[in-house]
């Protein structure tokens, strides 16, 4: 069984390789930033303004904004992550894999019990992981029978939310 990571619902700020926040003004994402480029390489990152630049040569001074030099955030999951399980993230897994779904079918498909997939999908639902999909014509078993439709008829079909994506991406990954 695979350990699930930990979280705690923060995301981070991280800075692009070969760049740091200098110690002597410490910027924020607020405040307009300069960058220093330092004899090792580095480009030590200034608020505009900072009494030290008086003293660099306006040579090493680079013009920056922070969408250029930083990485996207780290995405940690919310704590209700640690509510779920490993049946959890099969259900999840198999939404990405063949899209829109109903609970008996997944329960089929995964060997599951059919009233624990349908409570499941529930409390998904409830966890923002999963979305009811609106009564329409859906592709039949996506990635099997292609070319061939369906009209959504007497079953509540449920596909993955962009949280839900993100939290199966988390798990996969077993970051921790």
Not at 38 to 49: E, L, N, P, Q, T
Not at 57 to 67: D, F, H, I, Q, Y
Not at 134 to 152: A, D, F, L, S, T
């Amino acid at each position: 069984m695979r350990r699930r990571p930990q979280c705690g619902g923060v995301s981070i700020m991280r800075l692009k390789e070969d760049y740091i926040i200098a110690n002597c003004c410490q910027p924020s994402p607020d405040d307009e930033i300069v960058g220093y480029n330092s004899y090792d390489g580095i480009i030590k990152v200034h608020k505009c303004g900072c009494p030290n630049l008086s003293k660099a040569e306006s040579a090493r001074l680079v013009t920056l904004e922070w969408k250029e030099i930083t990485r996207p955030e780290a995405f940690l999951p919310d704590d209700d992550f640690n509510e779920l399980n490993d049946i959890d993230f099969m259900i999840l897994n198999h939404h990405r894999q063949y899209g829109p779904d109903y609970s008996h079918k997944v329960a089929a498909m995964l060997n599951l019990d059919r009233r624990a997939v349908f409570d499941c999908h529930s409390r998904l639902r409830e966890l923002g992981l999963l979305e009811r999909v609106e009564p329409r014509m859906i592709q039949y078993r996506k990635n099997i029978v292609k070319g061939k439709w369906i009209k959504h008829r007497n079953h509540t079909y449920y596909d993955l939310t962009d949280k839900g994506k993100r939290y199966l991406d988390f798990y996969l990954s077993g970051r921790s």
